[in-house]
């Protein structure tokens, strides 16, 4: 199985208005279905070894984890995202 970059290095998510998004929250989920709900594992890696816990927030538009901006990786070829607020 080979390493699915879930977004490009570094997407920007943004808010309602166009800001970045401050303390939003990520989840990735089974294709078709919620992910909130019906989360699949997601890491920090291409290597799949680091995972991440769900959901991941956001910082100036930015994913973090740690504080650090952070490239979401899954295994599967097809994903559902959230994005809330």
Not at 11 to 19: A, K, N, P, R, V
Not at 55 to 63: A, C, E, Q, V
Request: glycine fraction near 10%; avoid cysteine.
């Amino acid at each position: 199985m080979s390493a699915q970059s879930i977004s490009p290095p570094f997407t920007i998510y943004q808010d309602i208005d166009g800001s970045p998004l401050e303390a939003g929250m990520i989840y990735i989920g089974t294709a078709g279905l919620n992910a909130v709900t019906n989360q699949i594992a997601v890491y920090s890696d291409a290597a799949l070894s680091v995972a991440l816990a769900q959901p991941i927030t956001t910082r100036g538009g930015y994913p973090v984890v740690s504080g650090a901006p952070v490239v979401i990786y899954t295994g599967v070829d097809d994903y559902s995202v959230a994005v809330n607020n």
